[in-house]
């Protein structure tokens, strides 16, 4: 496959190089949202799920040109990538930062994780480094030019914090990002009057403790003013369904232009 590029140069560019959940539900990839903003600009990653780097790169995506990544849960198929970009980025001869911005006690999940994975890599020298941020509910940060504001989510991930949603301003444009979560009033902030809202759908009407089904967002359509709802993470239960969504969904290799 070749690499996605926008033909409007005034475009922010979206793949779901990742669109599945933890389990890998219809051959999906875990969750990797593949942010581009206008003029070529160098792209970043909402979340990082374990199976990103396969995922990137079978949408024709470069790894070694992501130039941040914004987590918004530590749980494996949300930021079990990580380790992988960074090794990959050590061994592809990397130079340029690789900011990781995350939830309360990302810096300290992701040493831990790399240690289980790869002993000894959390601190090998290399020539760039992996600066962490880590976000409060209500904190805002900017990396690679695309500032984001933190919201609390309903989905426990460790001890450390809550998990968060997440409204991204890149390239002019504002794309909202539920993450893992039950319904929360703070979701109709994430989407008011942005461009686009990914929205976790994990079962159609089940309620499943700590996430959203399609029923939640059905039922509060008129409290989600973002221009387009592109669903995603969705279970064998959503994609067995396809023509009874009330949104547009998420696929693998997915590209939208905003």
């Known amino acids: 496959m070749t690499p996605v590029s926008s033909p409007d140069p005034a475009a ?3 793949t779901f190089a990742g669109s599945g959940d933890a389990f890998g539900s219809g051959g ?3 969750a990797c949202i593949h942010l581009r903003g206008p003029g070529g600009a160098a792209p970043v990653l909402l ?3 374990a199976t990103s780097l396969s995922a990137l790169r079978r949408s024709g995506l470069d790894p070694g040109e992501v130039a941040a990544i914004f ?3 530590l749980h494996g198929d949300h930021f079990g990538g990580v380790p992988f970009m960074i090794l990959n980025g050590q061994f592809s001869g990397r130079v340029e930062p690789l900011p990781v911005i995350g939830p309360a006690g990302t810096g300290r999940r992701l040493a831990a994780l790399m240690e289980c994975m790869f002993p000894g890599s959390s601190t090998v020298a290399r020539r760039f480094r992996v600066p ?7 904190d805002e940060a900017t990396a690679a030019g ?3 504001l933190a919201f609390a989510a309903d989905h426990p991930s460790g001890p450390d914090g809550p998990a968060l949603a997440l409204r991204l301003a890149i390239g002019g444009k504002l794309i909202g990002y539920t993450g893992d979560t039950a319904w929360t009033g703070a979701l109709a902030d994430v989407a008011a009057g942005a461009d686009l809202l990914i929205a976790e759908a994990y079962y159609r009407e089940k309620s499943i403790p700590y996430h959203l089904s399609h029923a939640d967002l059905a039922a509060r359509a008129g ?3 973002s221009r387009r709802i592109v669903l995603t993470h969705m279970s064998a239960d ?3 369904h396809p023509g009874q969504a009330r949104f547009e969904t998420a696929a693998d290799g997915l590209v939208l232009r905003i």
Do not use: F, K
């Open 12 to 14: 922010v560019t979206v």
């Open 71 to 73: 987590i918004s849960h």
């Open 146 to 148: 695309v500032r984001a």
């Open 238 to 240: 959503m994609l067995e």
């Open 47 to 49: 979340d990082c799920g």
């Open 132 to 138: 962490v941020t880590e976000l409060e509910p209500g």
């Open 223 to 225: 409290l989600l003013t």
């Open 28 to 30: 999906r990839d875990q």
